[in-house]
């Protein structure tokens, strides 16, 4: 738990420090340098038009990073809503939301995004795009997770209490169900996370993301898989180690997290 | 039985009302313009060119006339035509590229049940030990890490470093019989595919055998003096099993989502690289037909899970009667 920790912090420190830690120039072209393997000058070798590849993983760390993160909150955000809307204006509007969220469950995470990310990439560039597809894939096991939270705090007696005391709406969503989904909401966000990481590097992987000068997780991947006929195994190897231990260190902390909130509670989300 | 399939079969219909209607409205709303998407980069077509273009696919009529032919044409099992494929219909794309992600789907969703199956019992049966740690360890990384990213390394080191399977493709180009399928060319993929469900279910199936393994009637069954291999395939197993159907029909949706990256990679001709194809070209007719029938699959999966999962609890089965 502290090792994931100390490594996830590590990891988030040489993405936000990317341009101090590496200055070289991501995107420099050094033809003299090309498909170099790993060396002491090239920590993780060189790419097929001679970028240097450690700058291009943190680099493009940080740009996945960003977008994971700001996905996954999108994702969380609107499946807070759904839920809260599901859960607190119950009867009609309960079926129809919940009805709605099925079908949006019943879709491929992966197909729908691509979808998504071709029909908006015009008007949002690939970043836009591809946080679109993974916040309008993500949210609805989270908007069931708050819809059943809140569907349980209605009938708590302190409820009852506080409208019994004159509380107004607004108050006992500020006072009371808010303070007691965000626990809940909290730890979805951060098991969204990984998924979002892999989502973003997949949807660049396959070449709907990010413009492919750009580093990003998923387009050094794409770039890794052009290298490897050509024996150029590192470039696919470290950003791929990338994602990995990010997923890693994130998950383990979400764990360890979850065991602390809800000793005997099942992950709701499908992981 | 027969009237929890024929419900659920009845509301497939609604489901995919739905899902058109969703697609319909993101089309709608999005900027993406069909007509400049098809004219690509080529900026000598003229604007009334242009409007012929969208009279011809009728992009012209009121918003209403358009979805109502939407609708009533996937009534009739027409999804429009595609784009890529040179005005070919999508349902014949669709169809014709359906058995060779079958094959793959259906070899990786085995191994998955299998592996999953008997690593998860030698783990239970092994607990505390390297082997079950050796195990939990596999597992662990193999849920971590991008399917893609160990489909690469594995391309790297058994095709090109090692030479043992080919890198590619459905078949050797250079074979006379060029057309068929060649089982060496489904195993990288297969395996691949299937390691992530692997991981799951091996995983699932330990922790859930762990649990069964602590309940009353296993104790008595040991008290008994029966010997602790056929307490846990006897006693332990078939119980630990219940939970693991549901699981099959859940996964299988994710498996289909997995066969994009994974035949891009391996450039296997099934629905994924038709998936990936039509996603880089913005063949949107091929996309949403795509996503359709990954709906219907997804619908019917779900239902394969229940209808398993009533057939193998008789616990469920009387408490919905």
């Known amino acids: 738990m502290r090792v994931a920790a100390g490594v996830l912090g590590l990891l988030v420190v040489a993405a936000l420090l990317a341009n101090v830690i590496a200055p070289l120039d991501d995107t420099a072209v050094d033809l003299d340098r090309v498909l170099n393997g790993p060396s002491a000058a090239h920590l993780m070798g060189t790419d097929e038009v001679g970028r240097d590849l450690a700058t291009r993983v943190l680099h493009g760390m940080r740009v996945s990073l960003t977008i994971a993160v700001l996905a996954a909150l999108a994702a969380v955000a609107f499946g807070t809503l759904v839920g809260a809307v599901a859960g607190t204006m119950g009867g009609r509007v309960d079926t129809v939301v919940m009805r709605f969220t099925d079908v949006a469950a019943s879709q491929n995470h992966l197909l729908f995004g691509i979808l998504l990310v071709v029909l908006f990439r015009p008007a949002l560039g690939g970043a836009g795009a591809v946080m679109l597809a993974i916040g309008l894939t993500h949210w609805p096991s989270l908007a069931r997770i708050v819809r059943g939270e809140l569907m349980s705090v209605r009938e708590r007696p302190f409820i009852s209490a506080s409208v019994g005391g004159g509380a107004s709406r607004w108050r006992l969503a500020r006072r009371h169900y808010l303070p007691h989904l965000m626990p809940a909401v909290g730890l979805a966000f951060v098991l969204t996370v990984p998924h979002a990481i892999f989502h973003e590097s997949a949807y660049s992987f396959l070449g709907l993301g990010l413009p492919a000068h750009q580093a990003s997780l998923g387009n050094i991947l794409n770039d890794g898989q052009r290298s490897l006929l050509a024996g150029g195994w590192w470039i696919a190897l470290f950003p791929g180690l990338a994602i990995l231990v990010a997923a890693m260190t994130i998950g383990t902390l979400a764990e360890y997290w979850r065991e602390h909130l809800h000793p005997r509670w099942r992950s709701e989300l499908e992981l | 039985m027969l009237k929890l399939i024929l419900r659920r079969l009845a509301v497939l219909p609604l489901i995919l009302l739905a899902v058109a209607t969703v697609t319909f409205v993101l089309t709608e709303i999005s900027p993406f313009d069909p007509v400049e998407a098809y004219v690509g980069a080529e900026n000598n077509v003229s604007p009334q060119r242009k409007a012929e273009i969208a009279h011809a696919w009728g992009f012209d009529q009121p918003l209403p006339e358009r979805f109502g032919r939407w609708i009533g044409n996937l009534a009739q099992g027409d ?115 299937s390691l992530t469900g692997y991981a799951w279910f091996t995983l699932f199936v330990r922790n859930t055998l762990l649990e069964v393994l602590r309940e009353d009637h296993v104790q008595f069954a040991r008290a008994q003096g029966i010997g602790e291999v056929a307490v846990l395939l006897r006693y332990a197993l078939p119980n630990a099993l219940i939970p693991f159907v549901t699981l099959v029909g859940t996964h299988l949706a994710e498996l289909i989502g997995g066969t994009i990256l994974i035949e891009k990679i391996f450039g296997w001709p099934g629905l994924g690289l038709l998936t990936f194809n039509a996603a880089v070209n913005e063949d949107i007719p091929l996309i949403v037909g795509i996503t359709l029938c990954g709906c219907v699959l997804v619908v019917l999966g779900n239902l394969l899970a229940d209808v398993l999962y009533r057939v193998m609890d008789p616990r469920v089965r009387e408490a919905l009667r």
């Open chain 2, 79 to 193: 999804m429009g035509n595609s784009v890529i494929a040179g005005g070919q219909p999508v349902a014949a794309e669709i169809a014709s590229r359906a058995g060779a992600s079958i094959a793959l789907v259906g070899g990786a969703l085995a191994l998955v049940l299998v592996g999953g199956l008997v690593f998860g019992v030698l783990a239970a049966a092994f607990r505390g030990t390297f082997f079950d740690w050796l195990v939990r360890t596999m597992c662990y990384f193999n849920t971590a890490a991008p399917s893609f990213w160990v489909g690469l390394l594995a391309l790297y080191l058994f095709s090109i470093e090692l030479g043992w399977l080919p890198a590619g493709g459905s078949s050797d180009p250079r074979a006379i019989e060029a057309a068929g399928v060649d089982f060496e060319h489904l195993i990288l993929p297969m395996v691949v595919l």
